[in-house]
């Protein structure tokens, strides 16, 4: 079976860092695109940051400039750097990724449990 774990969620001040962590396991034949997804209390789930297999970024214009993504497909790992970390970042963030796992017959969407960022001022 399939699976996202992610870490590297935690508690940090303003203008802080943090660097968020997830890796695909399981019987893989591919993966597309991998990215995160936040969600903060009382609003719906956002998209963050997205990179293509070939490196191909995108990125929510709240983050742009201040988060990087990137990932290791040779680990299966998708990355997220938060540099200048806001209060308005605090939510829970999400590991996304598109997998044909072995055995399938086409990608599907696959989460992670999530991780908590709280940014305080």
């Known amino acids: 079976q399939v699976q996202l774990v992610e870490s590297g969620g935690g508690l940090v001040q303003a203008g802080g860092s943090l660097r968020l962590s997830c890796a695909a396991s399981?019987?893989?034949?591919?993966?597309?695109?991998m990215g995160w997804y936040r969600q903060a209390p009382g609003k719906q789930r956002e998209l963050v940051a997205t990179?293509?297999?070939?490196?191909?970024?995108n990125y929510a214009e709240s983050v742009k400039g201040r988060f990087t993504v990137s990932r290791d497909n040779a680990k299966n790992a998708v990355y997220l750097q938060m540099d200048s970390l806001k209060p308005e970042d605090t939510a829970v963030y999400y590991c996304?990724?598109?997998?044909?796992?072995?055995?399938?017959?086409?990608?599907?969407?696959?989460w992670g449990q999530g991780t908590q960022v709280a940014v305080s001022s």
């Open positions: 990179i293509s297999r070939g490196g191909d970024t």
């Open positions: 399981g019987s893989i034949v591919g993966i597309r695109t």
């Open positions: 996304h990724a598109e997998i044909f796992p072995n055995g399938g017959m086409r990608f599907r969407d696959y």
